[in-house]
């Protein structure tokens, strides 16, 4: 699609902002394990970068699904994974069910504090019985007058640890396994809650990622999102769009690593020549671009379907699937022409492949997304 000034005004306000106000800190943030989620959401807000598609009525843009596209790319600027993981759970994986499903009151009182930078989303799907697998999980919320009494464990929650809030999925009823689950809102500082461990991780090391225990936690039935026991379609929804901005942000990703590859084998000697000048390298290179130029026409593709108001599942699967096949090989490639200093951890090339690894697993592992596909094709069978 053709994006217009606004478009890329708004691409320059986050470029600028990630070069004033993130990079120079993320060096001390992945060496803490955790960076300040509340001061640097507050700083997104104060600019309305937090609910660019969300309802104006609640604080946000009312902008359409394209100047999310947008921002998802320009965070690629970002220098450590975790932070942009972290905002894009906030804006497109804890809240659009939020905000197309709940209530007034609900929105009041969650969603426009998102929106502000205030309040912490996090996302409560995985569950150590089962990630990928959202029909299996076992957290449930029984009825008790009014109120929901929810008990379960949820694994591999980002923003876990400093989240104020939580959209979570849970067995609400006793049908059929993907009609009898509920996406509710839970405050985090309801008694019951409690945040188990802080996971150590191989990549987006200043994301805080944490497993959470609910013990017979007690919420409103009025804080469930929408009507009961839709919560799996909701949940598939909003996974319609994490896929994508996945898929959009990890694009851009893709694209600085090439970047700095090219750079740097332009500066690096061996055998009294530019690594650049060996023309196996040239060639990689041209086939990295070209993989990375097919993932953005698809992601767009799936943009311009989401802005049609049409189903774009199909697409962000294969979207989401590409982007993990090249988080595996991508990166790779590129350090490989960064020799020794591609494997040290001071270089930006080593974070990028350390963060880009989840790509493949987060938000529905690769195989997930085959299977989701061959249903399309008909081609699927146990």
């Given amino acids: 699609m053709l994006l217009t000034h606004e478009h890329n005004e708004l691409r ?4 600028r902002w990630v070069e004033d106000e993130i990079n120079p800190h993320v060096d001390e943030w992945e060496a803490a394990g955790i960076f300040p989620a509340h001061e640097v959401f507050r700083s997104l807000g104060k600019r309305g970068l937090l609910g660019i598609n969300k309802p104006e009525e609640f604080g946000g ?4 699904f394209s100047f999310s596209a947008v921002m998802a790319e320009a965070l690629g600027a970002i220098k450590a994974g975790g932070v942009p993981l972290a905002i894009g759970v906030q804006t497109d994986m804890c809240t659009p069910a939020l905000a197309a499903h709940g209530s007034d009151e609900l929105r009041e009182q969650f969603l426009r504090p998102a929106i502000s930078g205030d309040y912490v989303g ?8 089962g990630g990928s697998d959202v029909a299996s999980l076992s957290t449930a919320a029984r009825k008790d007058g009014d ?8 694994l591999w929650i980002t923003n876990g640890v400093q989240a104020d809030f939580c959209c979570l999925l849970a067995n609400t009823g006793d049908g059929p396994i993907h009609k009898n689950k509920s996406l509710i809102v839970v405050p985090m500082k309801t008694k019951g809650v409690s945040i188990a461990r802080k996971i150590d991780k191989i990549g987006m090391n200043c994301s805080d990622t944490a497993q959470i225990f609910f013990d017979e936690v007690r919420v409103p039935q009025r804080y469930r999102i929408g009507e009961e026991n839709m919560g799996f379609i909701y949940q598939m929804e909003q996974f319609q769009v994490e896929r994508l901005w996945g898929a959009l942000h990890n694009a851009a990703v893709f694209q600085r690593a090439i970047d700095i590859t090219v750079a740097y084998t332009k500066e690096r000697r061996a055998f009294g ?10 060639f ?5 671009q070209t993989e990375v130029e097919a993932l953005n026409a698809l992601n767009w593709r799936g943009v311009e379907q989401i802005l049609a108001g049409e189903d774009a599942t199909r697409v962000a699967t294969m979207a989401k699937l590409i982007a993990g096949q090249l988080a595996r090989t991508l990166p790779d490639g ?5 020799g020794g200093m591609g494997y040290s951890s001071e270089s930006e090339i080593s974070r990028i492949y350390r963060d880009a690894r989840l790509t493949a697993i987060g938000g529905g592992a690769n195989e997930i997304m085959l299977q989701i596909l061959t249903k399309y094709m008909g081609t699927f069978a146990r």
């Fill in 61 to 64: 843009l009312g902008l359409d």
């Fill in 334 to 338: 590129c350090l490989q022409f960064w």
């Fill in 122 to 129: 996090c996302i409560g799907v995985s569950e150590p019985g």
């Fill in 273 to 282: 020549h530019a690594i650049s000048d060996n023309q196996w390298v040239g």
């Fill in 284 to 288: 990689r290179l041209a086939e990295m």
């Fill in 147 to 154: 109120d929901y009494v929810i008990s379960g464990t949820k």
């Fill in 12 to 15: 320059r306000t986050i470029t």
